[in-house]
């Protein structure tokens, strides 16, 4: 971990700690972070917070107060944090189930919300079963039991159904038309390659290293290193041809 994120992270908890007191009983970074897959200048840093009551909103408040980037600079594009109750973690859900969300960064459009009900349905409501799948794996744990102790995955077929709704949600996004290059069209071809080996190899993996899993035995190789290359500041995949990319995972993990 970098050092600046490392620091970064440790003043996040003391000052979690300092809102949430002895209620906060866990700390966890997630994402990139915890896939040893950060990409300075590209990458969030993701936290998940578990408590074992529900925060007052008074709290919830403060805490957004005290974390937004205003008060506790980002050193990645933005901090994307999550705060779930530990029963709720252990659970299993494919529900939402978090007490309050909050994204803020330099480069993130800033969000604040208190109850899954106030979450935009079209923003996606699989993200956060999926990202307690992937803390459950490879979490590292900055304050509280290890990760694998603290979350749960969902059953098999919820999982399942949780990645053909991710695929769906990012072939809802418009593209352009025709041969360019498509800005975020790699995410959306690496986001597949992902998914596609959770489903087939029961493991979660940054996008990158699952890309080139994926393209190591793909009719599309040489598409998904696109995507791998755009990473790093080369030319996106076309918007035609990360979609129909993202059909083809979608029919393989519809399939099982």
């Known amino acids: 971990m970098r050092d600046d994120v490392r620091g970064y992270l440790a003043d996040l908890v003391r000052r979690a700690r300092d809102v949430l007191g002895a209620d906060l009983a866990g700390a966890y970074a997630a994402g990139s972070v915890a ?15 578990l408590v074992a009551t529900p925060p007052s909103v008074a709290a919830k408040r403060e805490l957004v107060d005290r974390l937004r980037h205003e008060s506790l600079p980002c050193p990645a594009r933005g901090l994307e944090l999550v705060v779930y109750r530990r029963e709720v973690a252990a659970s299993g859900t494919s529900d939402p189930g978090f007490e309050m969300e909050l994204n ?20 996606g409501r699989f993200w956060y079963a999926l990202d307690r799948s992937i803390l459950r794996q490879s979490g590292l744990s900055l304050l509280g039991p290890p990760a694998v102790d603290a979350f749960a995955d969902p059953a098999p077929a919820a999982l399942r159904t949780l990645l053909v709704d991710a695929l769906r949600w990012w072939l809802a996004l418009p593209t352009p038309p ?3 290059p498509a800005p975020g069209a790699e995410d959306a071809v690496l986001g597949a390659c992902r998914a596609l080996v959770r489903c087939r190899d029961g493991v979660w993996l940054g996008k990158v290293d699952a890309g080139r899993r994926v393209a190591a035995a793909d009719p599309d190789a040489a598409l998904i290193l696109r995507a791998v290359a755009a990473r790093s500041g080369g030319p996106p995949p076309s918007g035609p041809a990360a ?4 059909h083809r995972v979608l029919a393989r993990i519809e399939a099982g």
């Open 243 to 246: 979609r129909a990319f993202q």
């Open 178 to 180: 025709g041969d360019a």
């Open 35 to 49: 896939l040893d897959a950060y990409q300075p200048g590209r990458s969030d840093v993701d936290v998940a917070l």
């Open 104 to 123: 803020t960064g330099a480069t993130m459009p800033f969000r604040a919300t208190y109850d899954p009900a106030d979450r935009p349905a079209a923003d």
